[in-house]
């Protein structure tokens, strides 16, 4: 079964870390572009970061630059998400996709990544405490 799955979320209090994975079962993850996405409740889904599966190559929403991690865990087909420095304002629904297309290069911190994404997991709760 072709499917995504994400883990690694909870509670945690403001200012520690968190690793969300992405598992990916049925393909090969490695031949994909992979996204994080997050979404509260009453807003859109926002595009968080991306990873190409070309070249290997990262692209962060603003937000969320210089704190979060998108990587590959080489042999394990999965994609890792290490959020640093977590703030209230965190705390979402955390969702990871693939597209076989080339990932956009802009947009990311808004929800217009999502429509080029065409696989998703059933997401992951993160809370940040304050």
């Known amino acids: 079964q072709v499917q995504l799955v994400e883990s690694g979320g909870g509670l945690v209090q403001s200012g520690r870390s968190l690793l969300l994975t992405c598992t990916a079962s049925?393909?090969?993850?490695?031949?994909?572009?992979v996204g994080w996405f997050r979404q509260v409740p009453g807003k859109e889904r926002e595009g968080l970061a991306c990873?190409?599966?070309?070249?290997?190559?990262?692209i962060y929403a603003d937000s969320v630059k210089g704190r979060f991690t998108i990587s590959r865990e080489v042999g394990k087909n999965t994609v890792t998400l290490q959020m640093n420095s977590l703030k209230p304002d965190d705390t979402a629904v955390y969702y990871c996709?693939?597209?076989?297309?080339?990932?956009?290069?802009?947009?990311?911190?808004?929800?217009?990544?999502?429509?080029?994404?065409?696989?998703w997991g059933q997401g992951t709760q993160v809370t940040v405490s304050s």
């Open positions: 049925g393909f090969a993850l490695d031949y994909w572009a």
């Open positions: 990873i190409s599966s070309a070249d290997g190559s990262t």
């Open positions: 996709a693939t597209t076989l297309s080339p990932p956009p290069l802009a947009g990311w911190g808004t929800s217009a990544p999502n429509r080029a994404f065409g696989l």
